[in-house]
C-alpha cells in the first residue's frame, strides 16, 4: 500500500550548504552583518540597557573564537559546555565556539552536579562555561569525576555578572571566582581572521548537541547539524508573523533549551531583530520589559500564558524558579499594547486559554493593532519546528498550525510503528516527520536512532495528531511516556531509577497528570514500601510518601519533581514481561483525582 504523504502548503525555501556563522554573519560589506546594519542592535540585557549590535557580536565571536584556540587549544570538533541562566554572554559563547569549528552542548542551568557530570561525560565536552551561580554545582561535579581542584580550575569558564566586558556596569567579582578565567580573558587576544567553513557535505557536522530523554534510560545527546539550523531558520521564516529590524523581542525562555537556543539566539538575528534578555522569567519584570523596551513579540510557554490570564494567583516559575506570589495588578498596570504576537510552543496550548489571554490584553487596548496568541510544534530531534500557526490560522483554536515548508509528514496508525497503515482522512495517528531539519542522530547511540528514524528516514515522533480538510494538525495524545513539565521532558525511567535508590522503597512508577491550572503535566509516583508492614495506618502511608517526595528533591533537577504527588500502593501493575501498565496507573489517577488539581494540592496516598 503506498503511502499517504502530507507536504506543506507554503512553497519550498532555498537551504545553503554551508555553516551557521557564515550563514547568519556572511557579508561582503563591512557595513553589514548578514543582511543588516552592523550597527542594529542584536540583544540588549534588560536589566541595564547594555547592548551588542550586530558588528560587535561578530567581532567578539572571532575573538572569543581565538581565545578558545589559543589558550585551550580548541580545535575542529572539540565540545564545549554551557551551563548558565539566559545573558548576553550567550551568543558570544556560542557562535564564537561554532567560529572555531566546536561543537555546543547545553545543559539545564537547574541541573544538580550528578546531571551534569553526565552530560559532561556523555557529550565528550572539555571546557565548561558556568555562571557564578552554577560554580558550586560545577565544582561538585568534577569532585565527583574525580578531578582535582586544580584540574577542575584548568577547564572551568566563569561568565561573570560583570558586563565590562560589553562596555556594560561592572560588577565585583563573587569571592567563589576568584583564581578562574572569566569571558573577559578569551577576548582581546586576537581574532580569527575568518570562521572555521563548513561548506558542502561538512554542512552536515554535529554544532549543537541538545540532550532529549527517550522513554528508558538516561537523556541522549541528539546531534543537531549545521544544515539543521539552517533548514529550520530558513523554513520557519517562511511562514512565522512578519517582524524585522523595527521590532524587539523579548526572551525569557532558557537558551540552553532547543527552543530558546534556536528561536531566540538565532531565528531574530537573521530577521534582523534585537533581542532583550532576561535571565529568567519573572512576571512583573516581563510586563515592565515589555512597556520599557515596546516588546512586539514574545515566545513564551503556556505557563507564562496562565499568568498573563489569571492574575492574582501563585505561579511555579519557569525554570529554574521557585513559587512566588504574583501582585494582582502586575498584567493591568504595564502597557502591553505594543505586542503583536506571543508565541507558544514546547507544550500543547489549549483554546481555553488562548481565548483568556486573548480577552484580558485587548480589553485595555486602544491603538488598534490586534493580538495574535499562536502557537508552534516541534521537538529536539527536529531542531526544533515542524509546524507553525500562521496569522491566517489564528482561528484553529487548539492546533499546531500547518506544516512547515521542504518536510513531509505521515499519520501512522500501526501501534507496533512499523509503517505499514496510514490513518485515514480526519483520523489519528503517530505524526512521523521527514526532512532537511531532523537530527543527525543520538550521540553515541546507533541502537537509539534506529529506533527513532525509519531506514527511509521519517522520524517517529511519539506524538499521535489529527489532521483537518485545511491542513492544520493538532495533537491528540502522545505514544511515547515522556512527561512534560513546562516543555521540559521527564522520562519516567529515570525518576524510577533514583526512586529505587531510596532504601525504603521496592517498586515505582512514575506517570504524568494534567494540571490544568498549571497548564502543564506534573510527574506523579506510585510506590511500594520495602517492609509494608510497618505502615499500620493511613496517616503514615501519607507521610512516609511525603518524605520520598521530599528527598527525590535532593537528588533531580527541579523540573523533575514529584509536584503530581506520591501515592503508596501495595503492587505497581506489570505485564507478564514486566512491563509497568501505565495506562492502569493513569486511569487510577483520574479517579484520585476526580475534581481536584494536582497543582493545587498533594493527594493522600491510598491502597
Known sequence: MPQKIYTSPASSVHIPDQSI?????????????????????????????????????????????????????????????VYSPNSIAWPVVVFGAVAAGLRCTLANSAYNARELA??????????????????????????????????????????????????????????????????????????????????GKDTHETVYLCYSSGTTGKPKGVETTHKNIIAVLSIVKALFPPFGMTDKMLAILPFYHIYGAVK??????????????????????????????????????????????????????????????VPPLAVDEYDLSTVRCLFSGAAPLGGALTKSVKERLEAKR??????????????????????????????KSGSIGVLLPNLETRLVVDGEGDGEIDAEEGQPGELWIRGPNVMKGY?????????????????????????????????V????????????????????????????????????????????????????????????NEAQKIAFAQGVKRWIQGKVARHKFLRGGVVVVDVVPKSAAGKILRRELRDRAKQELAGRDPGDEDVKAKL
Not at 502 to 514: K, L, M, R, T, Y
Open 21 to 81: 556563522f557564515t550563514h547568519l554573519f556572511g557579508s561582503n560589506d563591512p557595513t553589514l552583518v548578514g543582511p543588516f546594519p552592523a550597527s542594529h542592535p542584536a540583544f540588549i540585557d534588560a536589566s541595564t540597557g547594555t547592548t551588542i549590535t550586530r558588528g560587535q557580536l561578530k567581532d567578539l565571536a572571532l575573538q572569543f573564537g581565538f581565545g578558545l584556540r589559543s589558550i585551550f587549544g580548541s580545535k575542529r570538533g572539540d565540545t564545549i559546555l
Open 118 to 199: 553526565f552530560q559532561y561525560t556523555d557529550s565528550g565536552a572539555k571546557i565548561l562555561f558556568t555562571s557564578e551561580e552554577g560554580l558550586p554545582v560545577v565544582r561538585q561535579t568534577f569532585k565527583e569525576l574525580g578531578l582535582s581542584k586544580e584540574e577542575a580550575d584548568e577547564r572551568i569558564v566563569v561568565l561573570p555578572q560583570s558586563l565590562k566586558w560589553a562596555g556594560g556596569p561592572d560588577v565585583p567579582r563573587h569571592p567563589d571566582a576568584t583564581g578562574l578565567r572569566e569571558l573577559s580573558d578569551l577576548l582581546g587576544k586576537g581574532a580569527l581572521p575568518v570562521e572555521e567553513r563548513f561548506d
Open 264 to 325: 531566540l539566539v538565532q531565528f531574530p538575528f537573521i530577521c534582523g531583530t534585537a533581542v532583550v534578555v532576561m535571565p529568567r522569567f519573572d512576571p512583573v519584570q516581563f510586563c515592565a520589559n515589555i512597556e520599557k523596551y515596546r516588546i512586539n513579540v514574545a515566545l513564551v510557554v503556556p505557563p507564562v500564558l496562565v499568568v498573563m490570564a489569571r492574575h492574582p494567583g501563585r505561579l511555579s516559575r519557569h525554570l529554574p524558579m521557585k513559587i512566588i506570589e
Open 366 to 395: 486602544t491603538n488598534g493593532i490586534p493580538l495574535y496568541v499562536l502557537q508552534g510544534y516541534g521537538l529536539t530531534e527536529t531542531s526544533p519546528t515542524t509546524h507553525l500557526q500562521p496569522e491566517s490560522g489564528a482561528h
Open 443 to 475: 550521540l553515541n547511540r546507533p541502537d537509539a536512532t534506529k529506533d527513532a528514524i525509519t531506514h527511509d528516514k521519517w522520524f517517529k515522533t511519539g506524538d499521535v495528531a489529527v489532521r483537518d480538510k485545511e491542513g492544520h494538525y493538532y495533537i
Open 477 to 536: 495524545d502522545r505514544r511515547k511516556e515522556l512527561i512534560k513539565y513546562k516543555g521540559f521532558q521527564v522520562p519516567p525511567a529515570e525518576l524510577e531509577s533514583v526512586l529505587l535508590s531510596h532504601p525504603d522503597v521496592a517498586d515505582a512508577a512514575v506517570i504524568g497528570v494534567e494540571s490544568a491550572k498549571e497548564a502543564t503535566e506534573l510527574p506523579r509516583a506510585y510506590i511500594v514500601h520495602a517492609r509494608p508492614e510497618e505502615l499500620k
